[in-house]
C-alpha cells in the first residue's frame, strides 16, 4: 500500500533541504511582494517609510530579497526535504497567486 | 552613457537570460550525465542576465523614468504607465528571485532525480513565461511613449 506522504516518496522524488528550503523561500517572497505592494499603496505610513530607506521600488526589492535570502538559509539549515512534486506545486501555486494578486490589484484599484 | 543605452540594455539582458532559461529547460527534458554542467552553466547565465537587466532597469527607472512617466500619462495611453510599468515593477521581482532560485535548483542531481528535474524544468519555464511577460510590457511602454510624443507633435 503506498502513501502520499513525502517520507513514502521514493529517493529518486525527494529533493535536498537546500533546493526544498529556497523554493519555498521563493514561494513566500512571491506572495509577500504582492502583499507588500498592496500595503504600500495602501498605507501612506508604509510607502512614507520605505520612502525614508531610499526610492520606494529599490526598497520593496531589497525587502523581497531578504525574505528570500533569510528564509532560504534558515529553511535550508532546518534539512527538511520534500518531493519534487510537492515543490512544484509551491512554485506553481506561488507564482500563479502572486502574479494575480498583482495584476488584479491593478484592474480592481490601480 | 546615454538614457537610450539602457533602454536598449535593459531588454537585451533580459531576453538574454530567457534564452538561457529556454536552454536550461530542454537540456533538463534531454538531460543525461554529460549534460549536467551545462544545464548548471546556462542556469547561471540565465541568473545573471536577469540580475544585469534589473540592475540596468533599475537604474534607468530611478534616475530617468520619472519624465517619460509624466509625458505616457499625459498622453493617449496612460494606461501603458498606470497598468503596464505598474505591473512590470512588481512582477519583474518575481522572476528576479526564481532566476536566483533557478541556478540552486540546478545544483541538485538533475540527471538522478526525477524530482529535481521537475523543480528546474518547472521553475526554467515560468523564468521564460514571466521573462516574456516583462519584454511584451516593455514595448507597451515604449509605445505609449512614443504615441505621447505624436500627440503632442499634432
Redesign the interface.
Known amino acids: 500500500m503506498t502513501t502520499t506522504t513525502d517520507t513514502a516518496?521514493h529517493d529518486?522524488?525527494?529533493?535536498?533541504a537546500?533546493?526544498t528550503g529556497?523554493?519555498k523561500a521563493?514561494s513566500i517572497?512571491?506572495i509577500f511582494?504582492?502583499l507588500l505592494?498592496m500595503l504600500k499603496e495602501s498605507v501612506p505610513g508604509v510607502q512614507d517609510f520605505m520612502k525614508s530607506l531610499g526610492?520606494h521600488?529599490?526598497t520593496?526589492?531589497a525587502f523581497?530579497?531578504i525574505v528570500?535570502v533569510g528564509l532560504?538559509m534558515y529553511f535550508s539549515k532546518s534539512g527538511k526535504e520534500m518531493?519534487?512534486?510537492g515543490?512544484?506545486s509551491w512554485?506553481?501555486g506561488s507564482?500563479i497567486l502572486?502574479?494575480l494578486m498583482?495584476?488584479g490589484w491593478?484592474?480592481i484599484v490601480? | 552613457m546615454s538614457e537610450q543605452i539602457y533602454l536598449l540594455l535593459h531588454p537585451t539582458f533580459g531576453v538574454l537570460g530567457i534564452i538561457a532559461a529556454v536552454w536550461v529547460f530542454v537540456a533538463t527534458l534531454n538531460v543525461t550525465h554529460e549534460n549536467v554542467g551545462r544545464i548548471r552553466l546556462a542556469a547561471k547565465t540565465s541568473a545573471v542576465m536577469i540580475w544585469l537587466a534589473?540592475i540596468v532597469a533599475?537604474y534607468f527607472?530611478?534616475v530617468y523614468y520619472g519624465g517619460d512617466k509624466a509625458i505616457i500619462k499625459a498622453g493617449p495611453w496612460p494606461w501603458a504607465h498606470?497598468?503596464f510599468m505598474?505591473?512590470k515593477?512588481?512582477?519583474f521581482?518575481?522572476v528576479?528571485?526564481?532566476a536566483?532560485?533557478l541556478p540552486?535548483?540546478a545544483?541538485?542531481p538533475v540527471d538522478?532525480?526525477?524530482?529535481?528535474?521537475?523543480?528546474v524544468m518547472?521553475?526554467a519555464a515560468?523564468v521564460v513565461l514571466?521573462g516574456l511577460a516583462m519584454e511584451g510590457a516593455g514595448a507597451i511602454i515604449g509605445m505609449g511613449v512614443k504615441v505621447a510624443l505624436l500627440a503632442q507633435m499634432g
Open positions: 516518496v529518486d522524488e525527494m529533493v535536498n537546500k533546493i529556497y523554493g521563493y517572497a512571491v511582494n504582492a505592494l526610492h521600488w529599490i520593496h526589492g523581497v530579497l528570500f532560504g518531493s519534487g512534486s515543490l512544484v512554485i506553481v507564482t502572486g502574479g498583482i495584476v491593478f484592474v490601480g | 534589473y533599475g527607472y530611478v498606470n497598468f505598474e505591473n515593477e512588481h512582477m521581482f518575481m528576479l528571485v526564481l536566483t532560485f540552486i535548483a545544483s541538485g538522478t532525480n526525477s524530482g529535481v528535474r521537475k523543480v518547472w521553475s515560468f514571466i
